[in-house]
C-alpha cells in the first residue's frame, strides 16, 4: 500500500515526539554500536576517507568503521538525517567501499564464474546488483557491476573489499582468462547522493537530461565541472546517485552539493536505518557465507539464462534450492515495543521454540515502530504470521510483514517516454 512520504513523515514526526524519552537515546545508541558490525576484523591503523577534513568541518561525529574513521551521524542526529532523506537529499560518503575494474576480452565471461548475474546481457552503461557465490552456495559479498565501454565498474562492501579483491585475483590467476583487475581505491572516492531532490540538485549541475537516466544506469558525466562516473542507484530505497569522483576532487564536489539548501550530510546511523526500512540486506549481519541467496530472498539477482547454464561458482547448491526450495527464509517484522536488534531471538507465537535470531533491527522513523529481519522456518515465513521476539528478557509481539517496510522510490522512464 502507497503511504504518500509527507503522511509517513507526519505521523513519525508524532511518533517520535510521544517516544522521545524512552525510544530515541536508545535508537541512537544502538544505530552507532550497530555500525561497528566487524570492524574489529578489519586492519589497523584506522584510514580515513579523502573526506575527513569535510565531515570534522561539517561536525561529523567521527567513528570506527571497517578500518576507517567514518561519520555515524553530524549535528542534526540520526533520526532527523533520515527523515531529511526522505524528504529532501543527503548526501553520504561512501569511499571506505570498494571500487575496481574488469578489463579485456574475458571480462564478463569471468565475472560469470564468480556471480549468478547475467553480466553479459547488460547493455552499455547498465548497472546490476549480483553476489559473489562460494562453492557450497553461500555468500562472499553482494556487489554492483555495471557495464562501460571495454570494460566492468564493480562496487564492494568495505568490510568485504580485501576478500573479494583476493577471491577475484585468485580465480584470475586459477582461470587463465584474458582480464585484468585494477583497484581503484587509491584514485577515486565514491559520494551518494539521496532523496526525491536528488535528481533536482543533479540537474543543475550537470548537462545530461536526466529524466532519460533510469535506476541502475551509469554514464560519465560533468558534474559542476568535475569529470565523474555516476550511477542511478543507492542503499535508502530512494531515488539517487553514487558518484565515483577523482581523489583529489572528493571535497570540492562535495562542497558544491552543500551550496544548495536541499541538501545536508549524513552519516552511518542514517544510512543504515534507510537501509533497514527499504529491506535492504547489510553483509555481515543479513547475508553471509552461511546463508545462501534462495534464503536470503535474493532469487531474483540470477538472470533466466544463467538458471538454464549455470556455470557460477556454487550453482549446483543454488540452482537445487531454486527446484526444490529451502527450509527457512529471511522476513521482515514489525515488531511491538521496544526495536529487537541483531542476535534478538525469534519464537513461535506460544513463545516455547526458538525459531531463529534477528538478524537487523531498529525503530523506522517513517513507521514510528521497530522493524526488524531475520531467518525463520520457510512454513513461518507468510506475511501475517504471528512470532514473538525477546527483548531485554521480555518477549514481545513481531508480525511477519512484506519488505521493503517503506515504499522505494527507485526512478524508472515512463513507459511514455
Known amino acids: 500500500v502507497w503511504i504518500p512520504a509527507r503522511t509517513m513523515l507526519s505521523l513519525a514526526t508524532h511518533a517520535l515526539q510521544a517516544t522521545a524519552t ?36 561539517q561536525g561529523g561525529k567521527m567513528v570506527e568503521f571497517c578500518g576507517y574513521e567514518m561519520p ?5 542526529g540520526i533520526l532527523k538525517s533520515h527523515v531529511h532523506t526522505r524528504e529532501h537529499a543527503s548526501l553520504f560518503d561512501v569511499s571506505h567501499m570498494g571500487q575496481l575494474t574488469l578489463k579485456g576480452r574475458d571480462a564478463v565471461k569471468f565475472i560469470e564464474h564468480l556471480v549468478p548475474g547475467d553480466i553479459g546481457g547488460l547493455k552499455d552503461g547498465q548497472a546490476r546488483l549480483s553476489i559473489f557465490t562460494t562453492e557450497e552456495g553461500g555468500i562472499i559479498d553482494d ?25 577475484i585475483q585468485e580465480h584470475i590467476e586459477k582461470l587463465g582468462m584474458d582480464v585484468t583487475m585494477e583497484i581503484l581505491d587509491a584514485s577515486h572516492a565514491l559520494v551518494a547522493l539521496q532523496g526525491p531532490e536528488a535528481v533536482v540538485v543533479m540537474q543543475k549541475l550537470v548537462s545530461n537530461d536526466l529524466s532519460r537516466h533510469s535506476f541502475m544506469e551509469g554514464k560519465r558525466m560533468n558534474v559542476g565541472g568535475i569529470e565523474c562516473l555516476v550511477t542511478r542507484c543507492g542503499y535508502t530505497g530512494e531515488d539517487g546517485f553514487e558518484i565515483s569522483v577523482p581523489l583529489e576532487k572528493a571535497t570540492d564536489l562535495s562542497h558544491i552539493f552543500m551550496e544548495h539548501p536541499q541538501v545536508k550530510p549524513a552519516g552511518l546511523g542514517a544510512r543504515d ?35 538454464e ?47 531463529g535470531e534477528v538478524t537487523s533491527g531498529t525503530f523506522s522513523p517513517c513507521l514510528g515502530r521497530p522493524i526488524a529481519m531475520g531467518y525463520v522456518p520457510k512454513e513461518l515465513s507468510k506475511a501475517g504470521t504471528e512470532l514473538l521476539v525477546e527483548v531485554r528478557g521480555r518477549k514481545a509481539a513481531a508480525v511477519v510483514t512484506k519488505t521493503p517496510f517503506v515504499p522505494t522510490r527507485y526512478y524508472k522512464i515512463p513507459a511514455s517516454g
Open 22 to 57: 524512552r525510544v530515541v537515546p536508545h535508537t541512537v545508541g544502538a544505530i552507532a554500536r550497530r555500525c561497528f558490525h566487524g570492524s574489529s576484523t578489519c586492519p589497523a591503523p584506522l584510514k580515513r576517507t579523502a573526506l575527513y577534513g569535510f565531515h570534522l568541518e
Open 72 to 76: 555515524v551521524q553530524y549535528q542534526d
Open 143 to 167: 556487489t554492483v557491476i555495471s557495464r562501460h565501454d571495454d570494460h566492468l565498474y564493480i562496487v564492494v562492501n568495505a568490510g568485504c573489499k580485501d576478500k573479494d579483491f583476493a577471491h
Open 273 to 307: 536505518s534507510l537501509r533497514l526500512e527499504a529491506g535492504l540486506n547489510l553483509y555481515g549481519n543479513d547475508i553471509d557465507t552461511t546463508v545462501s541467496p534462495i534464503e536470503a530472498g535474493l532469487a531474483w539477482c540470477i538472470g533466466r539464462r544463467r538458471r
Open 309 to 355: 547454464e549455470g556455470g557460477f561458482l556454487g550453482a549446483s547448491v543454488i540452482l537445487d534450492q531454486l527446484k526444490n526450495g529451502v527450509s527457512r527464509k529471511k522476513v521482515g517484522m514489525v515488531v511491538t515495543g521496544s526495536p529487537a536488534r541483531e542476535h534478538t531471538p525469534i519464537f513461535d507465537a506460544e513463545g516455547t521454540q526458538v525459531l
